[in-house]
């Protein structure tokens, strides 16, 4: 069992950015395929990005790309996700998700993942 803890959400203007972190509750954390996921109010939860386990191979929805960059520390445990030019319609409350295995691809569907974190508040303002 991997607990999963996101941290960093909170109130943004348009254009600013964020970075959430993900701190998870293995020693093995180099086992695990990472991902994020969103869900706005009245929405289904959608991918945004992910990240192999060695940090390699990463996907991104074509909503967030170029904006947003996954990385990870596997010394500390640790995704991080970071959001710039942050628009109104990115506001939704963010997951942490992880799936273990070194996959040879990266899983875009919730599906993949096997651990959730409880999520956070992205809320961007106009």
């Known amino acids: 069992q991997v607990q999963l803890v996101e941290s960093g959400g909170g109130l943004v203007q348009a254009g600013g950015s964020l970075r959430l972190s993900c701190a998870a509750s293995?020693?093995?954390?180099?086992?695990?395929?990472m991902g994020w996921f969103r869900q706005a109010p009245g929405k289904e939860r959608e991918f945004v990005v992910g990240i192999n386990w060695s940090g390699g191979s990463t996907s991104y929805a074509d909503s967030v790309k170029d904006r947003f960059t996954i990385s990870r520390d596997n010394s500390k445990s640790t995704v991080y996700l970071q959001m710039n030019s942050l628009k109104p319609e990115d506001t939704a409350v963010y997951y942490c998700?992880?799936?273990?295995?070194?996959?040879?691809?990266?899983?875009?569907?919730?599906?993949?993942?096997?651990?959730w974190g409880q999520g956070t508040q992205v809320t961007v303002s106009s």
């Open positions: 998700a992880a799936d273990y295995g070194r996959r040879s691809r990266v899983g875009t569907s919730s599906n993949d993942y096997d651990y």
């Open positions: 293995t020693r093995i954390f180099n086992m695990y395929t």
